[in-house]
């Protein structure tokens, strides 16, 4: 690997960008290619560049067959993270689904009495509140983002960071109505309505879930369409 390839994938790496790194196997030329740009001395386009570029989107590294011949792709992504604010009974469903999907989770919640060790066993709980947890955390484009509490003095300060953030997935649990006052309230907070429409409200895909298993289920589903660009709704 030339020295400014490295170096490229190493900054991206420290940055938390996702990067793919794309060899030819004949030549040895080799590019490393993100959502928009691409650097080195291999050429890629049309459908080489599409394959690079699906292959970083879906996190899968591997060999493929294109135009330009054959590429081993190396994909470099940090890792997935979801931060969970409530320390609700949905959230206790959530969290270890969310472990099992590959997800490093932490919870956040003031609520002492809530955020305990014994209800979030072998998980990052934080006794905080939830810009300032929020904050520290530095949400980057691999990082999901679900508020469960139904509180705005909790749920509020957090959505407030996250879709200012490069989160992938802003959702925060309530009906429809619930949702309404939400934007309404960040509306007059200051917060334009593109920035608002990032947040998923109602949390879920609606799939007629009524236990809070069920629900964490449909919020984890769209999270998983979300991370592979699927509109599942």
């Known amino acids: 690997m030339k020295r400014d390839i490295l170096q490229a994938v190493l900054a991206a790496?420290?940055?938390?960008?996702?990067?793919?790194?794309?060899t030819d196997?004949?030549?040895?030329?080799?590019?490393?290619?993100?959502?928009?740009?691409?650097?080195g001395d291999l050429v890629l386009a049309g459908t080489a560049l599409d394959a690079v570029r699906t292959?970083?989107?879906?996190?899968?590294?591997?060999?493929v067959e294109t135009e330009a011949g054959r590429l081993f792709i190396q994909v470099f992504n940090p890792p997935l993270?979801?931060?969970?604010?409530?320390?609700?009974?949905?959230?206790?469903?959530?969290?270890?689904?969310?472990?099992?999907a590959g997800y490093d989770v932490t919870v956040i919640d003031p609520r002492r009495a809530f955020a305990t060790d014994a209800r979030f066993p072998g998980t990052s709980v934080l006794n905080e509140w939830?810009?300032?947890?929020?904050?520290?955390?530095?949400?980057?484009?691999?990082?999901?983002?679900?508020?469960?509490?139904?509180d705005p003095k909790i749920d509020d300060p957090a959505l407030s960071v996250a879709i200012r953030s490069p989160a992938f997935y802003?959702?925060?649990?309530?009906?429809?109505?619930?949702?309404?006052?939400?934007?309404e309230r960040l509306t007059e907070a200051g917060f334009s309505e593109t920035e608002i429409a990032r947040i998923k409200g109602p949390a879920g895909l609606p799939i007629g879930a009524r236990s809070p298993a069920e629900i964490a289920l449909s919020v984890l589903a769209e999270c998983t369409a979300r991370l592979h660009g699927v509109d599942a709704r």
């Open 13 to 22: 790496r420290r940055d938390k960008h996702p990067v793919a790194l794309a």
């Open 25 to 39: 196997v004949e030549t040895g030329e080799q590019a490393m290619v993100d959502a928009e740009t691409r650097k």
């Open 55 to 63: 292959a970083l989107a879906e996190d899968r590294s591997g060999m």
């Open 81 to 100: 993270r979801m931060i969970v604010v409530g320390a609700v009974h949905i959230a206790q469903a959530l969290v270890p689904m969310a472990t099992i």
């Open 130 to 150: 939830p810009d300032e947890a929020m904050t520290g955390l530095a949400p980057d484009r691999r990082t999901a983002i679900v508020t469960l509490t139904h």
């Open 170 to 183: 802003i959702a925060a649990l309530g009906s429809r109505r619930t949702h309404g006052k939400r934007v």
